[in-house]
Structures are given as structure tokens and as C-alpha cells.
């Protein structure tokens, strides 16, 4: 087990960091129930929501960025609680994914967003499927990477061999604040108990969703399983899978893969991959 977490250490510290997160120059606030949502809105065309993953920022994207607004809208969101958004309940150590999504739809109602592509890492993936499932029309095309349908007991275990000290030094390479660091990682402890409830998908809510959807998993994801992967695939009417070899938990987040990631996704994003009937 201490030889699992020190790989995955040095999988995850070997990623791109970023230091302590400031406001960019495309930076705005959007006040959800006296909660302050950060956000950065870049480009134009068609809008594309950039969601991250736990314990990270906006800033992950910032290979991104650029190549994607050349032709689309792009909006690069710090989920609440992390960077330069603010604590939605501190007194609360539950993670929520659908209030998430709840902040989101009321991001994109106050910037007059109809409907919206999506890229999402991580619990940014598992956010936008309550987004898909609670709106399905507000979707066009949409791209998971490392999403999870429910919290699996590989994650549970790896949750547990990893220990809040190990999440602590997830949350500083990630740029967090000290008051962040500790809050995030006692949060992401308590996920370790979680069996079903937040986020759980069934068949028959996956059937619903209307966008067209890329599932992206690595082969070597240590959290996810590849069943959900599959699941996800065979449970989502319009969806198309890509196992990235050798790619981890954030394959788009592995320099060596960033090129490809990039390519695929505005192939995806732009039309370009024939649906199979």
C-alpha cells in the first residue's frame, strides 16, 4: 500500500502546477447565494465550460485555453471552495456535485448561456452529468475525463491509503490557500465513506441525456475503475469511448499527452467524429 501511494505521488506531482492562484486578466465573480463563484470567460463562438477536478483550479486548463477560444467561448470555472471561489459551507464537509451543478446553471442563466459544450476532469466530469441529467436540452456535445458514475470501492480504498496528508500536498502543488488546503483535504477524507448517494447514475438516468458525449478514461486510472467507464459508454444513447494508453487518473493533464488530448477533443468538439448509428 505505501508503495501505491508513492507512485501515485509521483504521478500527480509530476503534473502541472501552478502556485498560489491570482485573479487572470479575463477573471470575474459571479455571487451565487452570497457564495462568490470565480470564473474566467475568453473568446467567442460557441460557449465551452471547463470544469476541473478536486483540488484544483481554472489555471489546470491553461494549455487549453488559448487553442480553444481561438474558436469557441470558453469559460474556466474554480469550483466552489477552491481558488478564487469562495467556501460554499464550511461547517459542511459533504461535497455536493448537484449544488454544483445548481451554481453552474445560474452562472450560465446570468450570462444569458442557452446551451453549452462541456469538458470536464475528474468530479468536473461527474458534475456534468447531473448537469445533463437535471437540463438535457442545455447540453450540446460533452467530454468526461475520469468521471465516475458512483463512488466505487476502488476509490473508497485508494481514498483510504492515501490519507489526508497526502491531499494536503495535492492541494498545495495545486495553488490552494492554507485555509483551503486544510478544508479541501478534510473533505476529500470524508468522501472515503461514501457508497452511493453523490454522484449515482443509473441506466435509466444516463439514458436520458441528450448531448453527444466522449468518455475519456485512462488505463491506468488508479480511482476509477474501467467499468465505468464502459458503463457510462453503453448507458449514454449518443457517446463514444477513448481508453487512453498508459494515461492515469488526468491524462489531459500529462504534458505527453496534452497534444493528443487537444487534437481528439476539438475533433470531437468540432463535429468531426461520424456518429455510428
Do not use: C
Request: net charge negative; no cysteine.
Amino acid at each position: 500500500m505505501k508503495k501505491l501511494a508513492i507512485l501515485i505521488f509521483a504521478i500527480i506531482a509530476s503534473l502541472n502546477s501552478f502556485g498560489q492562484v491570482t485573479v487572470n486578466p479575463h477573471g470575474k465573480f459571479f455571487n451565487y447565494n452570497g457564495t462568490k463563484i470565480y470564473y474566467e470567460d475568453i473568446g467567442s463562438g460557441e460557449p465551452l465550460l471547463l470544469l476541473h477536478n478536486f483540488f484544483n483550479t481554472a489555471d489546470s486548463w491553461e494549455p487549453y485555453i488559448k487553442p480553444y477560444s481561438k474558436q469557441y467561448r470558453t469559460i474556466a470555472v474554480d469550483m466552489m471552495g477552491h481558488g478564487r471561489s469562495d467556501i460554499y459551507n464550511e461547517s459542511d464537509l459533504t461535497f455536493r456535485h448537484e449544488e454544483y451543478a445548481k451554481m453552474l446553471f445560474a452562472l450560465m442563466d446570468s450570462l444569458k448561456i442557452d446551451k453549452v459544450n462541456g469538458i470536464g476532469a475528474s468530479s468536473g466530469g461527474s458534475t456534468l452529468l447531473y448537469l445533463n441529467v437535471m437540463q438535457p436540452g442545455r447540453f450540446k456535445s460533452v467530454i468526461t475525463v475520469g468521471g465516475h458514475l458512483y463512488y466505487s470501492k476502488q476509490a473508497r480504498e485508494a481514498t483510504s491509503i492515501l490519507g489526508i496528508d497526502q491531499f494536503k500536498e495535492w492541494a498545495i502543488n495545486w495553488g490552494q490557500s492554507l485555509e483551503k488546503q486544510e478544508y479541501l483535504a478534510k473533505m476529500f477524507w470524508e468522501m472515503r465513506k461514501f457508497s452511493e448517494g453523490d454522484p449515482s447514475f443509473t441506466p435509466d438516468k444516463l439514458n436520458t441525456i441528450q448531448a453527444k458525449w466522449l468518455v475519456v478514461l485512462g488505463d491506468n486510472d488508479f480511482v476509477i475503475p474501467i467499468q465505468h467507464a464502459l458503463e457510462m459508454y453503453q448507458g449514454i444513447p449518443n457517446s463514444r469511448l477513448w481508453i487512453v494508453p498508459n494515461g492515469n487518473h488526468l491524462p489531459h493533464l500529462e504534458p505527453e499527452i496534452q497534444p493528443e488530448f487537444l487534437r481528439v477533443s476539438l475533433e470531437f468538439l468540432d463535429d468531426k467524429w461520424d456518429t455510428i448509428d
